[in-house]
C-alpha cells in the first residue's frame, strides 16, 4: 500500500514538475492616471475578476499596473475591456 501510494504520488509531482504555465505579464499606464490608495484599490478588486488574473501590482509613485495573467484565458482586449467599466483607459508601458 504505501508502495502505491509513493508512486501515485511522484507520477503527481512528475506531472506538476513538466507542467508549462502559459503566464504572461502586461505592464500598462492609465488614464485618468491613479492618485491615490483608492485608485489602486478599484483596479485591484476589479480586474482581478477577469478570467486567467493571477496577480495584479499597482504603483502610483511609477504610475503603472503590472499584470501578470494566463495567456490562454485572457488577452490585451479583455484587459482594455475591463478597465474600460471602472473608468480607465490603459496603455501599454
Known sequence: M?????????LVA???AF???S???LVVTTQPQ???QNCEKKI???IR???GTKKIITSVDEQKVTIV???KKANYDDFVAAFKKIGYEIKKK
Open 19 to 21: 507542467a508549462k504555465t
Open 23 to 25: 503566464a504572461d505579464t
Open 34 to 36: 491613479m492618485h491615490c
Open 49 to 51: 475578476f477577469v478570467k
Open 14 to 16: 512528475a506531472g506538476n
Open 2 to 10: 504505501k508502495k502505491n501510494l509513493l508512486a501515485a504520488f511522484m
Open 44 to 46: 485591484k478588486s476589479n
Open 69 to 71: 495573467y494566463d495567456s
